[in-house]
């Protein structure tokens, strides 16, 4: 039986908290056990995005995982693409990105997943990075955030650069997440936008991933 078989067996929704439940409880505690904060600090109605630093494949389910509200995660098309993973995160509802490229299908479905009042996952990088500074922000972030008004969350992890390294073997250990307090475009850069609001949007997400990252016992270069 398929996973999306059996995901249409049970329901959408059982499974997807099943698959969470199974991450938080069984899985992530293999490798070293999670402590997150401030998972509060997640809206429980209106959209949301949700935007953490990226440094491991571990990253995506360590952020959905302790949230009460489903989560829509953009995930590089690759991964819905290979074999056995694939159908597993189709069933969950992850959709695909395309990098490198003006994907213009991937936006109109978070642009209208967020205008639905739904939960989105953007990694503001947009890859994974090496664990010691932050990649470039692309401007996807800022472009969804200004257009859906949604509140957005910064995200700072540290651990899942040790477990699971882009590059190398990975070790156990213990990791942390660190939810920050949510803003909008509009807080942070005025209503307009122009390239220079865009711009100074962006700052402000680094300026917070990194002190969250900091807060979660990770100093990263600017």
């Known amino acids: 039986m398929t996973r999306d078989k059996l995901a249409r067996m049970v329901g ?20 070293g056990g999670v402590r997150a904060i401030g998972a509060e600090n997640v809206p429980m109605d209106g959209p949301v995005l949700l935007a ?13 995982i302790h949230q009460k509200r489903k989560v829509y995660v953009m995930a590089k098309e690759e991964l819905l693409t290979a074999k056995g993973l694939g159908p597993i995160l189709h069933s969950l509802d992850v959709f695909a990105v395309r990098r490198g490229t003006a994907d213009t299908e991937s936006v109109r479905r978070a642009i209208t997943l967020l205008e639905g009042g739904n939960v989105v996952l ?8 090496d664990g010691k500074s932050l990649l470039p922000l692309n401007a996807g972030v800022a472009m969804l955030a200004k257009k859906s008004g949604a509140k957005v969350v910064p ?26 307090e949510p803003f909008t475009f509009d807080e942070v850069a005025g209503e307009g936008n122009n390239a220079a609001q865009r711009e100074q949007f962006s700052a402000y ?18």
Request: aromatic fraction near 10%.
């Open 12 to 31: 959408a929704n059982a499974w997807y908290s099943f698959v969470c439940a199974l991450l938080r409880t069984t899985v992530y505690p293999m490798y």
């Open 52 to 64: 953490p630093v990226h440094f491991s494949n571990l990253d995506p389910p360590l952020v959905v």
């Open 122 to 129: 953007m990694f503001p990088e947009g890859t994974r990075g």
């Open 155 to 180: 995200i700072g992890i540290h651990g899942t650069q040790i477990v699971a390294p882009r590059v190398g073997k990975g070790r156990h250990h213990r990791m942390t997440i660190v939810y920050g």
């Open 205 to 222: 997400l680094r300026k917070r991933l990194i002190e969250l990252c900091g807060e979660a016992g990770l100093k990263l270069g600017e």
